[in-house]
């Protein structure tokens, strides 16, 4: 069962301090070409991932024509022994705040793959994440570094065999196909003797997407996998060599799309949560309003183009991460938000008509006697003014409900209840 090729890319958090001075767009691998390292700026440019994407993809994927978002440079390095063969820059829409970007690294795994994504994403403080940390800093960009809180990078692969994949499991997981196999073991980079699902787990497999007889998909929560289902020989040209190009063009996009959806939504919750409700007003909610139109309009998309699997893997991908089930949350706050507001403008609104009439009839009353049976001067005026406000100065006394809406509409934020 050998492994004919393996690659990969590595998606994780970066800071940009400064535009890289890299070149603008994403990485332009050639879709004709029979080996991947093949870099043509004539092919999986822009405009040819465009003739696969809808227009309004364009803007958080690559940024606007006058203002860049997306930087590559083709690179022949390594990282824990695999081959890098290019590395992109891609900035976040302004309307993902203090998260600046993200990177990616192209690469080719020797070795057996699963154990290689293994490693690869290990971020953390542990001595193969910080070695794994270490060498991706040094391929980026000038003026961008490693983010600091990520734990773990989200893997993208595509692993093709000779003669078709075989098992791989113990014999328990026969129910298994081998493709189901090799496709959990990739798509979650876990080796069989780290870690083994359950087998009684019916969801594991919810993420698949059915390519063609050739190739199949499993997008899981921080992997993606794609494996090729039919031989592919090395002194023979397959399909295989174009479907490797797609998930490291357009299907990488699709992923990165989803990622940068994950973390506008999840920011935009962890705001609304950290937010006391003594200090929302109408002012606030429109702001919240706001940023969630800029979100759905810059990222939240669910169908991203008329043609191909794009949107069933972005699809899966939200349903691997609960986005779906995350928006419809954040809007069900929101539209708590605003009830809340509008109780709370309509009572006080009521209250402020409440009082005119009932302090305003002492007023009206003192002021009508005076000009009956009163002369108009200051002293009349003054003497009307005195009884008006003596009575009124009654009625809060004496009526409840009067000094209660008095206090209503008078009231500070700090004496809502938490």
């Known amino acids: 069962m050998p492994i004919h090729r393996s690659t990969a890319c590595l998606i994780f958090d970066i800071d940009i301090e400064s535009e890289p001075s890299w070149k603008e767009g994403p990485l332009p691998l050639n879709l004709a ?59 976040s ?3 993902l705040r203090g998260h600046s970007g993200v990177g990616v690294v192209h690469l080719e795994l020797t070795g057996a793959p699963v154990n290689a994504l293994h490693e690869l994403r290990d971020l953390s403080a542990s001595p193969q994440g910080k070695q794994t ?36 499991l113990p014999p328990a997981y026969d129910d298994w196909d081998p493709s ?43 992997g993606v996998a794609f494996l090729g289902l039919t031989p592919d020989p090395e002194d023979t040209r397959t399909f295989h060599h174009a479907a490797e190009t797609y998930v490291h063009t357009i299907y990488l996009d699709v992923v990165v799309l989803g990622q940068l959806q994950k973390y506008a939504l999840n920011q935009f919750a962890d705001d609304i949560a950290s937010t006391d409700l ?11 309003e706001e940023r969630l139109f800029g979100i759905r309009n810059e990222l939240w998309l669910r169908h991203v183009t008329i043609r191909g699997k794009g949107n069933e893997l972005l699809e899966r991908y939200q349903d691997q991460n609960h986005l779906s089930q995350l928006h419809e949350s954040i809007v069900s706050d929101l539209a708590d938000f605003a009830r809340f507001v509008d109780a709370v403008t309509n009572r006080r609104i009521t209250t ?22 009163g002369r108009a001067s200051p002293v009349t005026l ?37």
């Open 33 to 91: 070409s029979s080996s991947i390292q093949s870099l043509s700026v004539e092919q999986a440019d822009i405009d040819a991932r465009m003739g696969y994407f809808q227009p309004r993809v364009r803007t958080a994927l690559y940024g606007r024509p006058d203002k860049p978002s997306r930087w590559y440079e083709a690179r022949r390095e390594t990282v824990n022994g695999h081959a890098i063969f290019g590395v992109e820059i891609i900035q």
């Open 180 to 222: 189901q196999q090799w496709l959990w073991l990739l798509a979650s980079a876990t080796p069989p003797d780290s870690f083994l699902p359950d087998l009684h787990e019916k969801a594991l497999f919810d993420g698949t997407v059915y390519f063609s007889q050739d190739w199949r998909a499993l997008v899981l929560r921080d």
């Open 93 to 95: 829409p302004s309307i």
């Open 382 to 418: 003054a003497i009307c003014t005195a009884i008006a406000t003596t009575v009124a100065i009654i009625f809060i006394t004496l009526i409840p409900a009067v000094r209660g809406m008095l206090h209503s509409l008078f009231r500070h934020d700090d004496d809502i209840p938490d």
């Open 278 to 288: 003594k200090s929302v007003t109408p002012d606030r909610l429109a702001r919240f």
């Open 352 to 373: 402020a008509v409440g009082l005119i009439t009932v302090l305003g009839l002492p007023l009206g009353l003192a002021y009508a006697g005076g000009q009956v049976w």
């Open 133 to 168: 940390r270490k060498q991706l800093g040094q391929v980026l960009a000038p003026g961008t570094t490693m983010g600091a809180s990520q734990n773990r990078a989200t893997t993208v692969a595509h692993v093709t065999f000779a003669d078709g994949p075989d098992r791989v």
